[in-house]
């Protein structure tokens, strides 16, 4: 059973005994991008697979015509649907993964990716820098549907859900499967690491403004590394750095609802003081060195400071989590642990700033962040003691 109360680790289902079986797989495409999906394709092994091409692509954008067809039936023998989009790279091993992860969950639906500067990428992160082998997502935002599975049922209902919305309009799938989750009770638990990356490329539905979308700790960037066994459940408060500015997200309500504002706003819902967390740079030389360090090397003080900010809240969140309910090691695996760390300024940073000066800059930053960890962490032991 996985638990749902806020702020922790919930219980992740013991493995059952069967051996691993697949699902079937769907790779879904504009026909712009046929070349690519078929190559997609081609990597994955199993009998029930096939391409499943926008059935308008001359219609307006929008790819839940694709997902509705994907999702659908037949089912065969196959008891999930695994739907990936074209702009996907796989991990090393991935259907063993995937077979591995439906095993251990086999009622619930299951994404693998999700993007580094979006709310569900603050939880997979905060996953990863806890040990954690799930996040559960944050409900009321998109569900990242670049591969998710679903069991056989769920998926036939989203099918004929999807179908449904397209009669009236196209509205985007991520958000029309996240509307159909909640409308159902059905929670999302994304893996950690994440088992797919975003290819990147052009959009074809507007989402270039978004800047770099990638995984905020894909397995292959965490060579060798390890998922944990328990399950990082509903929080009471999220940090979530995005486009150089610092927020928090916190639960409003009954139903799943969150909102976010100026982590200054938001942060007292941890019980510590926002003037502590600005005054922290301050009064330890390490950090005060560093920020002046990425100054000198062409990283704008405000964005130095939003990034440590960003790393401060990170350590108060992770310091106030109880332990997991289940026998599953709350150690993080070192590999996953440092991919995780440097993404927190990556994924907050890259659109302001651009990738090149970041990886640049990448060692400073990096201490920068784990200076901002540690701070954070006391300072929420202090508040708790």
């Not at 998926?155 to 009236?168: I, T, V």
């Not at 995984?215 to 509903?234: E, I, N, Q, V």
Request: proline share 9%.
């Amino acid at each position: 059973m996985t638990q749902t109360s806020a702020g922790a680790h919930g219980r992740s289902p013991a493995p059952a005994r069967t051996a691993p079986r697949l699902p079937g797989i769907r790779v879904m495409a504009h026909p712009r991008r046929r070349d690519q999906a078929e190559a997609l394709l081609a990597r994955l092994h199993g009998d029930d697979r096939a391409l499943v091409l926008d059935p308008d692509p001359e219609g307006p954008p929008g790819p839940l015509r694709t997902a509705a067809a994907a999702w659908a039936g037949p089912y065969g023998e196959a008891r999930h649907r695994l739907v990936l989009q074209d702009d996907v790279v796989p991990a090393e091993n991935f259907l063993d993964l995937v077979a591995e992860a439906v095993r251990s969950r086999p009622d619930d639906p299951i994404a693998f990716y999700s993007n580094w500067n979006h709310w569900n990428g603050s939880a997979v992160r905060l996953a990863a820098l806890s040990g954690a082998g799930w996040a559960r997502a944050i409900p009321d935002e998109y569900a990242p549907s670049l591969a998710v599975v679903l069991p056989r049922a769920l998926a036939a209902d989203f099918a004929d859900h999807a179908r449904r919305l397209l009669a009236h309009g196209t509205p985007p799938d991520d958000e029309a499967l996240s509307a159909f989750l909640r409308e159902r009770g059905r929670a999302l638990f994304i893996a950690v690491p994440n088992l797919v990356e975003h290819r990147g490329g052009d959009s074809l539905v507007g989402n270039d403004v978004q800047g770099p979308r990638f995984s905020p700790c894909f397995a292959d960037d965490a060579a060798g590394g390890h998922r944990g066994s328990s399950t990082l459940g509903a929080l009471d408060f999220y940090p979530h750095f995005f486009k150089g500015h610092v927020y928090g997200i916190v639960p409003t309500g009954p139903g799943g609802s969150h909102t976010k504002a100026y982590w200054d706003e938001t942060v007292q819902r941890t019980g510590v003081d926002p003037v502590l967390v600005r005054e922290a740079a301050r009064r330890e030389p390490t950090p005060a060195a560093l920020l002046r360090d990425l100054a000198g090397a062409g990283l704008h003080i405000h964005h130095a400071t939003a990034a440590w900010t960003a790393a401060v809240l990170y350590g108060i969140t992770l310091e106030r989590l109880p332990a997991p309910t289940d026998s599953g090691s709350r150690v993080p695996d070192p590999a996953v642990r440092a991919r995780a760390v440097e993404t927190i300024p990556l994924g907050g940073l890259a659109q302001v700033v651009g990738l090149p000066l970041l990886h640049r800059v990448m060692e400073p930053l990096r201490r920068l962040t784990e200076e901002g960890l540690r701070a954070g962490a006391e300072l929420a032991a202090a508040t708790r003691d």
